[in-house]
């Protein structure tokens, strides 16, 4: 027969401690480590493989995504960071500079000599403004192959010049909608 003597508190550790739930523990806590740091690096792959589809290159991403997180940065700094050859790193950063992907500016220094150029990538939200008419005029190209390949369609026909090109309009929404 067992008595009921209220809420009890949980077992406390003896001196010595319960060893084996804090091994426990620790395989957990470095188990959940392992997966945060997988879903990550998973995360990071996935952000990279969008950006190079939108930047035409993966080094051109891993530079982009660099300078997102290191704004300010010269073309050997973007090297160490990112493991990239500096010459690598020099030509894409003229590409991205010239698209105005980046923007560029001397590094001041209160000494004398040479002053390198240090770089800033422009916000996603414009990187994604920027490719908006890349898209619509090659999708309108798709749209409109028959005029380009040929003046008459299978039918006969003249093909309908006066078709309404391809639109693509981004509307920024606000963050209670999101």
């Not at 997102?68 to 990239?84: F, K, M, V, W, Y």
């Not at 190209?141 to 639109?167: K, Y």
Request: proline residues 5%; contains cysteine.
């Amino acid at each position: 027969m067992s008595t009921d003597d209220g809420p009890t508190e949980p077992d406390e550790p003896t001196a010595g401690g319960d060893v084996s739930s804090e091994t426990d523990a620790e395989g957990v806590r470095d188990r959940l480590e392992e997966e945060a740091d997988r879903a990550v690096e998973r995360f990071d792959d996935g952000i990279v493989d969008l950006l190079a589809w939108i930047l035409d290159t993966e080094t051109r991403a891993r530079i982009y995504v660099f300078l997102r997180q290191n704004p300010h940065s010269t073309s050997d700094e973007i090297a160490d960071g990112t493991g990239l050859y500096p010459s690598t790193v020099r030509e894409a950063l003229a590409e991205l500079h010239e698209e105005s992907k980046v923007e560029r500016r001397k590094r001041e220094s209160g000494g004398a000599g040479n002053n390198p150029y240090e770089y800033t990538a422009m916000p996603p939200s414009e990187l994604v403004t920027t490719i908006v008419g890349d898209v619509q005029s090659e999708l309108n190209t798709v749209f409109n192959l028959d005029e380009h390949l040929c003046e008459d369609t299978d039918e006969g026909e003249t093909a309908d010049a006066t078709s309404e090109p391809v639109t693509i309009t981004v509307d920024e929404e606000s963050a209670d909608q999101a």
